[in-house]
């Protein structure tokens, strides 16, 4: 079981940048960051494991960064030159082995808009 809370959402600019951040409960085999926008399904955005292995969406890829720090069971995701269709619901995901169950924070809400 693990309990994940969010927080750093908020309403940027385009163009802007914004840092989210998500505490665990304990140190999970991978932890990421999946979004959803209004109508539309929840996507991968990155997710990172506890050796540092990092993935991301096309769609993110060289804008956002996922890092992780293990001491503190702590998640980030800095997310720079934002653009409107990155707004959404931003939810912290963890799984504590491969193909696990996925544990799903709260969500934080992230709006890119002038």
């Known amino acids: 079981q693990v309990q994940l809370v969010e927080s750093g959402g908020g309403l940027v600019q385009p163009g802007g940048s914004l840092r989210l951040s998500c505490v665990a409960s304990r140190s999970p085999f991978s932890m990421g960051w999946y979004r959803q926008a209004p109508g539309k399904q929840r996507e991968l955005v990155a997710i990172i494991t506890r050796g540092g292995n990092t993935n991301y969406a096309d769609s993110v890829a060289g804008r956002f960064t996922i890092s992780r720090d293990n001491a503190k069971n702590t998640v980030y995701l800095q997310m720079n030159s934002l653009k409107p269709e990155d707004t959404a619901v931003y939810y912290c995901?963890?799984?504590?082995?491969?193909?696990?169950?996925?544990?799903w924070g709260e969500g934080t809400l992230v709006t890119v808009s002038s």
């Open positions: 995901q963890a799984r504590n082995v491969p193909n696990g169950v996925n544990y």
